[in-house]
C-alpha cells in the first residue's frame, strides 16, 4: 500500500533504562511513524484506536535493565511502553470483536495498536469488553472511570477488601490513599461500617480525604511522624492494612497493628522509583501477634469484571454520588513522559489518565 494511505501513528518508546536511579524525561522518546494499515488486518488481530491510557507506578518497573518479575520483552528500548487503556476497535479479524467495540486492554503508549495472536488459546492477552452502557456519560460516569474506577484500579480495591475479609466495626488503615485504589478503597470500607485511616503525601490531599471522601482521619506522611499520627487517629487500634506502600510505613504497621490483624500487599511505591529497599525490622512480630500477610496480584481476579459484579456494584455508588472519585485527566500523547515523572514523584491527587482522542 502506498503510504499515502498509511495512518500516522505517534507513540512514546523506551529511550533508555533507569536502573536505580529517578525516572527523568530521559527514558523516553516521543516519535511519529506512518505505519498504520486497516486493511492489514489479518485473521487473529485486531487494530486499536487508544482512547485513553492510564499512568501506573508498575510500569516503572519495566526502566531497569533487568528486574524481579518483569519479563525482558517488556524492558525492549526503542519500542513502545505497555499499559492499560482504553481503545475502540477499528479494524478486526476476530469475530469477537468487531470494529466499533469498545474495550479495555494492555495496550501501547501510542495512537494506534496492533494485537495479534487472539486466535491462538496460549495468547495471555485480555481483551475486556467494554459493557454498552460505558458509552453514556450523561449520568456522570466518565468514560475514562473505565480504566479507574471501574478498571482495574477498582478491581484492586474492591476484590482486595474482600481478600482481606473485612468486617464492620473494624479499623483499616490506607496507605497512599489519595491514588487511584487508596481513595476506592478507603470509601468501600466506609460504606462497609468501618473505621477509616489514610495517609496522603499533601495537605490538599489529606483534607480531601477527610470532607470529600468520607475517611474517618488523615494524616500527611510528609510532615508528621507515621507512629504518632496513627496512634492519635487510631487509639482503639489498627485490624486492617491496605498497604500500596511498604517500607518504612509497613514496618511501623507491624508494630502498631492489632493481634490476628490483617496486611494486604498490593504494592511498594516507596521502592519503585529508584530507592534502596527499606530494611523490615519488625518481621519477628508477624508469628508473635498472629500477623498475616497476604500477596495481592488484580489478575487473579478478573472474574469481578467477567462477571459482572464490579461494575453492578460500583457504577450505581458513583452515578449516585456516594463515591467520589478523583482522576486527573490530561490530554495528548506527546505530554506523557513529563506526566509519568510527575506520577511518580506524588505531585497528582488520584488517578493520571491521559487523553488520545475523543470516542
Not at 13 to 20: D, E, L, P, T
Not at 298 to 315: I, K, M, P, V
Request: with cysteine; glycine share 10%.
Amino acid at each position: 500500500m502506498s503510504s499515502n494511505n498509511l495512518l500516522s501513528n505517534t507513540r512514546v518508546v523506551r529511550a533508555s533504562y533507569a536502573n536505580k536511579s529517578h525516572v527523568t524525561k530521559a527514558q523516553f522518546r516521543v516519535e511519529t511513524h506512518r505505519d498504520i494499515d486497516l486493511g492489514s488486518v489479518k485473521p487473529g488481530e485486531v487494530i486499536l484506536r487508544n482512547l485513553y491510557l492510564s499512568l501506573d507506578p508498575y510500569v516503572r518497573l519495566t526502566l531497569d535493565e533487568t528486574g524481579a518479575n518483569v519479563p525482558a520483552a517488556w524492558r525492549q528500548l526503542n519500542v513502545p511502553f505497555y499499559g492499560l487503556g482504553i481503545a475502540e476497535v477499528v479494524a478486526s479479524g476476530v469475530v469477537k470483536y468487531p470494529v466499533g467495540a469498545l474495550v479495555s486492554v494492555n495496550t501501547g503508549y501510542e495512537q494506534y495498536t496492533r494485537v495479534s495472536g487472539l486466535d491462538d488459546p496460549k495468547t495471555q492477552t485480555d481483551i475486556r469488553m467494554l459493557p454498552a452502557h460505558a458509552r453514556d456519560e450523561s449520568r456522570g460516569v466518565p468514560l475514562s472511570n473505565y480504566i479507574s474506577a471501574l478498571g482495574m484500579p477498582g478491581l484492586t480495591a474492591y476484590a482486595g477488601l474482600k481478600v482481606l475479609g473485612v468486617q464492620s466495626g473494624k479499623t483499616i488503615f490506607v496507605g497512599s490513599a489519595a491514588g487511584g485504589v487508596g481513595q476506592l478503597v478507603g470509601q468501600l470500607a466506609k460504606i462497609q461500617g468501618l473505621t477509616v485511616i489514610g495517609s496522603a503525601g499533601t495537605d490538599e490531599k489529606v483534607a480531601c480525604l477527610v470532607e470529600k471522601q468520607h475517611f474517618d482521619g488523615a494524616f500527611n506522611y510528609k510532615t508528621e511522624n507515621i507512629r504518632e499520627a496513627l496512634t492519635r487517629l487510631a487509639p482503639q487500634g489498627i485490624d486492617y492494612y491496605y498497604d500500596t506502600v511498604g517500607g518504612e510505613t509497613l514496618d511501623i504497621m507491624l508494630d502498631l497493628i492489632n493481634e490476628k490483624g490483617k496486611i494486604l500487599s498490593v504494592g511498594m511505591i516507596s521502592q519503585e522509583n529508584g530507592e534502596e529497599a527499606y530494611p523490615i525490622r519488625n518481621l519477628r512480630l508477624i508469628a508473635s501477634k498472629g500477623v498475616s500477610i497476604l500477596g495481592f496480584i488484580y489478575w487473579h481476579h478478573l472474574e469481578y469484571f467477567e462477571n459482572g459484579e464490579l461494575d453492578a456494584t460500583l457504577r450505581p455508588l458513583l452515578e449516585r454520588k456516594e463515591i467520589y472519585y478523583r482522576e486527573e485527566v490530561f490530554e495528548g500523547i506527546e505530554n506523557i513522559p513529563e506526566h509519568f515523572v510527575n506520577m511518580l514523584e506524588g505531585k497528582y491527587a488520584g488517578k493520571v489518565i491521559i487523553k488520545i482522542a475523543d470516542l
